[in-house]
Structures are given as C-alpha cells and as structure tokens.
C-alpha cells in the first residue's frame, strides 16, 4: 500500500519562502511523473507542478518562476521550493503522481498571511 505524507508547511509572510517535502512510501517511485497539488479553501484540487524521472519540470502559469519542484530517486523524495509567496498560494498542498494514482495524503497546510 503506497503512502504519501507531506510536510514543511507553515505560517509564512507575503513574500517568504517555504520548501515542501514528499515521502512515497510502499511504490517503485522513479518511473512516475510526479506532482504537487493544492487545494485552496471552496476551491478544486489543482496540479501545480510535475516532474518527470529525468528531472523536467512543468508549471501552471500562477507558480511559474516562483515555485521550484526537484526530486530524489533514491530516497524516493519530492520536494516544492516556493518563493515569493502570495496570500493566493495559501491551500493544501498535496503531493502525487500527475494522474492522482494513489491515495491522498493528509497534506500540508501553508498560509501566507501578514
């Protein structure tokens, strides 16, 4: 059974950075395109970005030249680099393959808030 746990959220100022990680758990991990999620208050859960086993990343146009996704094969790790927050990045944010394979996680919560 794959479990996907997320962490590294938080409370962070308009502006701030914060830097999410994903542990895959249960799953041979390096041959999925992953992704990273969020889900907003009212709002449907969206793909943010992906990334496939080679390192390529791809963006939403609202994340584009803010957010940052990398991933560890070996340790079968993906992580979001986020910067220059906005009040409009606050959501959960998720991680899974870019075609939602497996069950959700909890997430993590980030705020961006003055």
């Known amino acids: 059974q794959v479990q996907l746990v997320e962490s590294g959220g938080g409370l962070v100022q308009p502006g701030g950075s914060l830097r999410l990680s994903c542990v895959v758990s249960?799953?041979?991990?390096?041959?999925?395109?992953m992704g990273w999620y969020r889900q907003a208050p009212g709002k449907q859960r969206e793909l943010v970005a992906s990334i496939n086993s080679g390192g390529s990343g791809y963006y939403v146009d609202s994340v584009k030249g803010r957010f940052t996704i990398s991933r560890d094969n070996a340790k079968n790790m993906v992580y979001l680099q986020m910067n220059t927050l906005s009040p409009e990045d606050t959501a959960v944010y998720y991680c899974n393959t870019d075609r939602a394979t497996w069950a959700w996680g909890q997430g993590t919560q980030v705020t961006v808030s003055s």
């Open positions: 249960g799953s041979i991990f390096r041959g999925y395109r």
